[in-house]
């Protein structure tokens, strides 16, 4: 009784040669069946927290991947004396960045539960990966937090430095609103499955995520250990005090999204691939509207305008693609040098994407050693774009609770400060207003290889395309 046998295609980047070459690579895995309603979901938390052997096993006993391949990684791990990374190494594998190196950076993986199909965003925890985890946390309905409960470890992933508290506050800010905490290493010796340290943790944690913006009484805490698989689908002996749900249950418990499909089309491009025989395709997720072959698609911020030949999702061609769903589509007559990363794909007849000329935004500085002044210009990452921006005026500073205003054109602002500010791009940026279309009007300010600031786009003033005669 084994799932049909599904051939897949994985783009890789041959560093040898410049150009994407692709390679064929079977595997099974059942069908997502087309009725069911599907949650993009994101794995955050500190580095060594053990997200990815956690993801890796939330797959493999939920039917994405069989026992033999699962088999075949334990004997790879092992021959390279890391056997208790088998269940990453089935996301690795996946990643294909065993022997490649550079790949796509977010892998898209799948699972079922008994209500949802789930499309899993491994975004990894060391400091550099922020950067992608911003654009990767946009996709995502869901946060499931993995926190590592064993001593030392949690105080280490919580501490001022930890990369815990930065992702929270990033999910929250680009809107994920959901959060399962996954209090993991239950099984470590320092913690030996006690309910005393898992209360703790969770306290701990609770409170955090309070002073971000969610409300715990809300938020799952399933403790688990990931790495033996407990509690992630059935429940653990080793766990008997507690009564609350498994990782999937509570998974299945989320609220599932609305997907604003009456909204113009935005496609933020994540990707552009040249494909032999059939030519241009950009990759990137819809996140308003409805994409469907045959339209005339207008990319900002260059104003290039396309025919859309076909639309394909998991290699199958549909006739169209709603909102959540990540598409390749194939556009006539456009070069692969013409269309890039962080640029915005729309329908030219239905409110196209333009380019901004500046913006005005209300952001939140949370990580910045000195004070923010007129001209400061950092980098913003903002859906897929990843474009320098200047603060040409700082206007108010507000009560980051009540948004009332505290002080007038301030001279500065820094750590814990709220503030409205005009923004003006170095470079031609499409961005959109956080209340017209969330996903592309939440950003991040980086500098010195962290994130500073988050912000949401209150207006925007766009570009004039002058017609050509």
Known sequence: NHPPLHVHFHLHFNLSQSHACLRLVFHRRFIMSKERTHVSLVVIGHVDAGKSTTTGHLIYQCGGIDKKTIDKYEREA???GKSSFKYAWVLDNL??????????DITLWKFQSQKYDFTVIDAPGHRDFIKNMITGTSQADVAVMVVDASQGAFEAGISRDGQTREHALLAYTLGVKQMIVAVNKMDHESVNYSEKRFVAVKSEVASYLKKVGYKPAKIAFVPISGWLGENIKDKSKNLSWYSGPTLLDALDNVTPPKRPVDKSLRIPIQDVYKIGGIGTVPVGRVETGIMKPGIM??????????????????HESLLEVGPGTNVGFNVKNVAVKDIGRGDVASDADDSPATGVTSFEAQVIVMNHPGKIMKGYCPVIDCHTAHVACSFTNIKDKMDRRTGKVVEENPEFIQNGDAAIVTMVPTKPLCVESFAEYPPLGRFAIRDMRQTVAVGIIKSITKEVIEDED
């Open 78 to 80: 092992n021959e390279i």
């Open 95 to 104: 990643k294909a960045e065993r022997e490649r190196g550079i790949t796509i």
């Open 297 to 314: 698609a207008q990319f900002a911020p260059s104003g290039i305008q396309a025919e859309v030949k076909s639309c394909e999702v998991h």
